[in-house]
């Protein structure tokens, strides 16, 4: 039987290891075509393609596993539940795979795209750029249909020019920046802060006018220091949370 093809990275040594192949694995899984084989490859077979021991690698299933995403059976292997819900909290543990793989898995809506001057609150991560591309997507949980967040992305034009508009229905812009356009991401800066619903995200997310929500804005930078998107997303209150984990050496 064929199994499953996860995504390759390379691991963070600060960082635990099993998380970042949980999420690294998640990510595969929640952005997988339906066409796909639903087994995965054994313990060893995945330890060997992350380069991790076996007790690493059965850590990280056994998030997936809690997590629901994943079924484990004696004798039988482990599998894809095709039908998981998708909805977790976020989860900040300073790696790009663990962003790519909390914004995975709901289903996406384009809702407008285009090229705009530079807002005036966003103009210091932009200095060199007049317009970005902008990009507004809704995205909704894949079983309900119950709307979770609302995304605003600015792009820098050069690179919007190779985004396909499909890939963002598929993925998130960070996968999308990193593995297709082949963006240099360095690190990722993420601000997270409580804000009332406005009229638009009221109507969006389905909420209360002036009901809680959690207003994040997360910018990609490369390795020179330039911001190459920044991202408003707007998440439901009742549905996210943020924990995040410091390195502290």
């Known amino acids: 039987m064929t199994s499953f093809a996860p995504d390759s990275i390379v691991l963070n040594r600060k960082l635990p290891l099993w998380y970042q192949v949980s999420q690294s694995l998640r990510a595969s899984i929640l952005g997988r075509s339906p066409q796909d084989p639903l087994r995965l490859p054994t313990e060893e077979q995945l330890a060997g393609h992350y380069g991790v021991s076996v007790l690493t690698m ?6 997936l596993e809690d997590e629901g995403l994943i079924s484990r059976h004696r004798r039988r292997g482990t599998f894809i539940e095709p039908h998981a819900r998708r909805g977790s909290p976020v989860r900040l543990l300073g790696s790009v795979d663990a962003i790519v793989a909390q914004q ?19 103009a210091e991560f932009f200095p060199d750029v007049r317009e970005v591309s902008t990009y507004h997507r809704l995205r ?3 079983k309900t249909g119950e709307p979770t967040n609302h995304a605003r992305n600015y792009v ?14 598929r993925w998130p812009m960070t996968k999308v920046l990193r593995d297709v356009v082949g963006a240099d991401i360095s ?3 993420d601000t997270v802060e409580a804000r009332l619903a406005d009229p638009e995200t009221s109507k ?3 909420v209360p006018l002036l009901s809680p929500i959690l207003h994040y804005t997360g910018v990609t930078y490369d390795a020179e220091g330039r911001a190459l998107d920044v991202a408003v997303i707007h998440y439901r209150g009742d549905r996210f949370s943020f924990t995040v984990t410091l390195d502290a050496t």
Request: aromatic fraction near 0%; glycine fraction near 6%.
């Open 58 to 63: 059965r850590q990280a299933l056994k998030e």
């Open 204 to 206: 969006l997310l389905q």
């Open 187 to 189: 690190r990722i800066t």
């Open 140 to 142: 909704s949980d894949e």
């Open 156 to 169: 820098r034009p050069e690179l919007a020019a190779r985004i396909d508009l499909d890939d963002l229905v």
């Open 104 to 122: 995975s898995g709901m289903t996406t809506e384009l809702l407008d795209h285009g090229s705009a001057p530079v807002p005036g609150e966003l």
